[in-house]
């Protein structure tokens, strides 16, 4: 009987001081590890990004990327995170669940951000963030209505200049990518507008254009100067409504969207990499198209 209760005494206290040896027991020893880099659309390391990691609403812990975009998070306890990346110019980057067990090391977790949102912008500037500004009138501006169809309070409006369009052109080329962004026609366009995305943009003379009209959208490509409609639809859109558009380009694939909804699917080996942006024009040349554009989002492969 007293060897029975001898046993019965030392399981009860092995059962109280339990090694914790789980690797999802949060009371395990052997804690978990994060590092890894923030980069920007094309690839290049984003100094100054805030790395937050999350249990439910509370924050555990955050490191700052440094020069190279690198960052760590360490010593964390084993159980079920969200991380949560922001950096000044970008749409905050959210990561969930994230289940980090006992002794886990992560390594090489990079964090891509991918979507520009003006708000940080001070107004009136011309060269956005990530943007050169080639030709027309671009600044940026503040745009309160319709509070829940794009990131608030600013925009980025371009303005075409008497027989000069309004172009202004992200800052690396791409191959393959992805590119979209919200836009609104102002109502003080006049008609004859077209506003949209150029992409695989090397100069003036050779690249192609997304464009939308009040009655049309269209797919055109300019080589050697001379410009072709490669498609159109008619669609009808109006004025002070935020629409999307998108461009998406593999190899020699180009696939473009509105509304997130695919419109022209085609093959085209001319050109196969340039630069993307946005641009705003009028047929007429003593008319104004104005356009705010915003969420400007990026992604290549």
């Known amino acids: 009987m007293r060897k029975q209760i001898v046993i019965i005494y030392f399981f009860i206290i092995g059962c ?26 094309d690839g290049t390391p984003l100094e100054n990004a805030v790395i937050a990691l999350f249990q439910g609403e509370k924050m555990i812990q955050s490191d700052t990327s440094d020069g190279e975009g690198v960052f760590m998070l360490d010593d964390i306890t084993p159980g079920i995170y969200k991380i949560e990346a922001t950096a000044l110019y970008y749409t905050m980057v959210e990561i969930s669940p994230e289940t980090l067990w006992a002794g886990t090391k992560l390594n090489g977790f990079d964090i891509y951000f991918s979507t520009l949102h003006f708000d940080n912008e001070a107004a009136g500037t011309a060269s956005a963030y990530g943007f050169e500004t080639i030709t027309g009138d671009w600044n940026i501006m503040n745009d309160n209505g319709q509070t829940t169809e794009h990131s608030l309070p600013n925009v980025y409006n371009g303005k075409n200049k008497n027989t000069e369009k309004a172009l202004v052109l992200y800052s ?32 003036e003379e050779n690249h192609y254009c997304l464009k939308i009209s009040s009655d049309t959208l269209s797919l055109v490509k300019k080589e050697n100067g001379i410009q072709k409609a490669v498609a159109v639809v008619e669609c009808a859109t109006p004025k002070e409504k935020w629409f999307s558009l998108g461009v998406e380009c593999y190899f020699t694939v180009i696939k473009t969207y509105l509304n997130d909804q695919l419109m022209f699917y085609e093959v085209n080996n001319v050109l196969t990499s340039g630069r993307a942006g946005l641009t705003v024009m009028n047929k007429i040349p003593t008319q104004t198209t104005s356009v705010n554009f915003d969420d400007v989002t990026i992604t290549t492969d």
């Open 16 to 41: 109280i001081n339990a090694p914790h040896s789980n690797i999802y027991d949060p009371e395990n020893p052997h804690k978990a590890r994060i590092t890894g880099s923030v980069r920007e659309p």
């Open 172 to 203: 690396m080329d791409f191959g393959d990518f992805k590119f979209k962004t919200k836009l609104k026609i102002l109502n003080s366009t006049e008609e004859n507008w077209e506003a949209g995305i150029v992409f695989r943009y090397r100069n």
